[in-house]
């Protein structure tokens, strides 16, 4: 058997494999999007699902300059992407104002290129806006937290436009829901999320 054609066609079978896809951020009527990153996304989308009046949080990757990164091109921060999260949620019931409070309630916004034990670009934390108004909001947000002290750091979460958001493979949505027991999730994931209810005002479901 010839090597060199078997190990061509296994490059194009993972390749395809792990092949993503952009993710359409039009609402549908009545309904809103938010996008957020903030860590790892089995994290802060096992958070954002628990919020009063969000439909669904999808797992993706934005921020960058790579069209349908894969997992592992993102995670090698060869992307620019960020790990990230696109909220649909419903504004008649929760408001952009308390999904940015959730943002900031659910990490710690004050480490450059990391949350908790994962580290790497693709971990930064953004807030990604929509309109100026949104915008306003982010930006007052912080500048209330820094006023107030809440954090013993300097905030370093980036305030971006809404730019193009590629869909995660299909293994990572609702990752924390699937695998339960899987050891990150279990040393991480959870403690994160019972932290952040811990913290956050805001109804829950």
């Known amino acids: 058997m010839k090597i ?22 039009k609402p549908k009527p009545g309904k809103a999007v938010a996008v957020f990153a903030e860590g790892c996304f089995w994290c802060s989308e096992h958070v954002f699902e628990a919020v009063y009046g969000v439909d669904e949080a999808i797992s993706g990757y934005t921020g960058g300059t790579t069209k349908n990164p894969s997992y592992h091109q993102v995670g090698a ?20 104002a308390q999904l940015v409070d959730a943002f900031f309630a659910s990490q710690d916004p004050t480490t450059p290129n990391q949350q908790g034990p994962d580290v790497g670009s693709s971990y930064r934390s953004i807030a990604f806006y ?27 979460t980036e305030v971006k436009p809404v ?42 479901k």
């Open 130 to 156: 929509g309109n100026l108004d949104e915008k306003k909001i982010i930006n007052d947000k912080i500048a209330v937290l820094t006023a107030a002290k809440v954090f013993a750091m300097p905030i370093v």
């Open 77 to 96: 921060n060869q992307t620019g992407h960020a790990e990230a999260i696109a909220v649909f949620y419903d504004p008649k019931k929760v408001s952009f």
């Open 163 to 204: 730019s193009a958001f590629y869909e995660a493979e299909d293994y990572h949505q609702d990752y924390v829901k699937h695998n339960p027991n899987q050891g990150y999730v279990k040393g991480v994931s959870i403690p994160r999320f019972n932290q952040f209810k811990k913290t956050y005002k805001g109804k829950l």
């Open 4 to 25: 060199l054609p078997y190990l061509m066609l296994l490059f194009t079978i993972v390749s395809c494999q792990s092949q993503t896809k952009e993710l359409s951020l």
